[in-house]
């Protein structure tokens, strides 16, 4: 089982970026997904999930907020996560990581709540 997350990069603040995760080894199409990040020297943190069928989302509502900002939504048939990015900020500099919940339906916010990691994937926002 791999979760291969890609799409990351040097942006200047104010772009857009995409990220995207795709599985192989196993379908996850009737599990809850999510994006986490985790810049240099700070925990990881949740930044935004998506039920099984893309019907449900959350974001996450810390200080720099990505709601607004960021959409989170998935390809089933195509065993992909996405992640699009808009009016990126230098905060949002960090190693982005997308993660598979297949215990529960509900859209956790803390990393042990999931169970399959892919193996991050750097965004830069240069300011």
């Known amino acids: 089982v791999q979760l291969q997350a890609s799409g990351g990069g040097l942006v200047q603040a104010g772009g857009p970026l995409r990220l995207s995760c795709t599985a192989s080894g196993r379908t996850f199409s009737r599990n809850t997904m999510a994006w986490f990040r985790q810049a240099p020297g700070k925990e990881r943190e949740f930044v935004a999930g998506?039920?099984?069928?893309?019907?449900?989302?959350?974001?996450?509502d810390y200080a720099d907020s990505v709601q607004g900002r960021f959409t989170v939504s998935r390809d089933n048939a195509k065993s992909t996560l996405y992640l699009q990015m808009n009016s990126l900020k230098f905060e949002d500099t960090a190693d982005y990581y997308c993660a598979v919940d297949v215990n529960s339906g509900v859209i956790g916010r803390r990393p042990y709540e999931y169970e399959y990691w892919g193996q991050g994937t750097q965004v830069t926002v240069s300011s």
């Open positions: 998506i039920s099984w069928s893309g019907g449900r989302t959350y974001y996450a």
